[in-house]
């Protein structure tokens, strides 16, 4: 690697650069189809007739399948690579995007919102792109940029589809055209990409896994801990059913949620045993020292994005609400106030990344969840005797440590096994839709200080099992199609 290609230059779109902007704008578009919907509801809720809670389950639809598919698509990127993965996932969900555009029904935009949470596992894909380009030392702020400038797509959806509905096509069905021209960009973006990137830098190996279905572990002791961590994303599709149930939006007849349950229950023993077939065979002897990785960093990080981005993801959704009740806001800046808390992303994320790449994963993990632990606190605090500039700030001040967090977890993601960086990826990034499901969850109990104390005791629990997580150092091994083995720098 020449001189001028050993610093990250941002405005550079050649070798690692290049890869580095075209991978964050196909997550960007990614969620700028995932999120294409929400701006335009009160459009859609208008024309379709549709009733609030049918609106609230198009909400709770749109995040059911992105748990199962983030799994899936990190166990297709490390045995395909990102280039024909990405390519595929931004042209199927151009599919549904095209239902919800046409839908004449509720049952027709609830299907098609259903698929189009799969676009979510879009983010796993560039974890592993980036991870092969750029060097240990770079990692962090290269995976921050990639995820905090990818995630833009959300606001990027609010911001922008409801001119293009409303003052660009017009009309009653301006917000069909708006939905559907987000299904030909990703369409046509697809294409590009694909004839754009590659999965690596040339003369370097792309490390599949022996064995597809689920992740290799290298003792008995981590095998049990895979099979426990996988548990909690069938509780939260469990309790996903269970909100649209008759119990909650009843949107699922009870024999229909039973049915969903009892599946639920045979996938996760059909996972149970993949897990335990795909590493039966070579943990009937002792892996080898220099192959051993230790499950625990996996476990540890899951915990750390279920609290940072599961957080992000349910305190965007109330934000508005609370400010707008607790200080008399009009739903515009009480959206405003929320907007800045999920838009902080394009910065404190790359932050995140780029300290851990100085100052040591480990250490970054502790600061970061120390200050998400007394943000939430402190916003738990927020009443209407407050300065509303001193609630702002607070919320900022939360949301910096929040999303900082999300860039310190995804330094260490890469840094574990290559040869299953999507697969711990999708792991990881699944905690993070099971921490939404389950902080959400907390939320229809408890007024909204509690919910806040909740989230700032799930920072604390992180925090410690931050001091368990092990800083990667030295190499990792991985083999050569030709039975050698090569190391991988990972400080």
């Keep these: 690697m020449g001189a001028t290609e050993s610093k990250l230059n941002l405005f550079s779109f050649s070798g690692k650069m290049r890869i580095l902007h075209l991978s964050w704008f196909a997550f960007f578009l990614s969620f700028f189809v995932w999120f294409n919907h929400a701006p335009l509801l009160p459009a859609i809720q208008a024309a379709l007739s549709l009733s609030d809670p049918e609106v609230k389950t198009l909400l709770i639809l749109n995040v059911a399948l992105t748990i199962p598919a983030r799994i899936i698509i990190g166990m297709l990127v490390d045995k395909y690579g990102p280039k024909i993965v990405f390519t595929t996932v931004l042209i199927f969900s151009s599919i549904p995007c095209f239902m919800f555009a046409m839908a004449d029904t509720f049952e027709q935009l609830a299907l098609a919102r259903f698929l189009l949470g799969g676009i979510g596992a879009g983010f796993v894909i560039g974890i592993r792109m980036i991870s092969e380009w750029f060097p240990a030392k770079e990692v962090g702020l290269a995976e921050g940029i990639y995820g905090g400038w990818g995630n833009f797509g959300s606001a990027a959806a609010a911001l922008l589809l409801p001119t293009l509905a409303f003052v660009v096509f017009g009309g009653d069905n301006g ?15 697809a294409f590009i990409y694909y004839n754009s990137v590659h999965d690596t830098p040339k003369g370097s190996t792309y490390f599949k896994p022996k064995k597809i279905g689920a992740m290799e572990v290298t003792n008995k002791r981590d ?31 009870a024999p229909v949620a039973y049915t969903i349950y009892t599946a639920l229950t045979v996938l996760y023993i059909v996972n149970v045993r993949k897990i335990i077939a795909v590493n039966k065979e070579h943990l009937n002897e002792a892996v080898p020292e220099i192959h051993q990785y230790k499950f625990k960093q996996v476990a540890i990080l899951n915990l750390a994005y279920m609290v940072s981005f599961g957080s992000e993801l349910a305190v965007v959704s ?31 994320r790359p932050t995140g990344g780029w300290i851990s790449d100085k100052i040591g994963r480990r250490s970054t993990m502790l600061i970061v969840f120390a200050g998400i632990a007394v943000g939430y606190f402190l916003m738990g605090q927020i009443n209407a ?35 299953m960086t999507g697969q711990i990826a999708g792991m990881t990034g699944a905690y993070g839709n099971v921490g939404a499901v389950s902080f959400l969850t907390v939320l229809s109990f408890v007024e909204p200080k509690i919910f806040f104390y909740v989230i700032a005791c799930s920072a604390l629990v992180v925090f410690v099992a ?17 039975g050698t083995v090569q190391m991988i720098e990972v400080e």
């Excluded at 500039?389 to 977890?409: R, W």
Aim: charged share 10%; net charge neutral; aromatic share 10%.
């Design 175 to 189: 917000w069909r055209y708006a939905i559907a021209t987000t299904g030909i960009l990703a369409l046509v973006y």
């Design 223 to 253: 095998l049990l801990l895979y099979i426990i961590m996988t548990l909690p994303m069938y509780v939260a599709l469990a309790v996903l059913t269970w909100k649209l149930s008759p119990v909650g939006v009843n949107l699922l007849a």
């Design 318 to 348: 109330m934000l508005p609400l609370l400010f707008h009740d607790i200080f008399d806001l009009s739903v515009v800046w009480a959206g405003v106030v929320a907007s800045i808390f999920a838009g902080l992303n394009l910065v404190a």
């Design 385 to 419: 005797s407050w300065p509303i500039a001193l609630a702002v700030t607070v919320t900022i001040i939360a949301s910096l440590f929040v999303n900082g967090a999300n860039g310190a977890v995804f330094a260490v993601v890469p840094l574990i096994r290559r040869r």
């Design 466 to 482: 931050s001091l368990f997580l092990e800083e990667p150092k030295g190499h990792m091994a991985e083999i050569l199609p030709d």
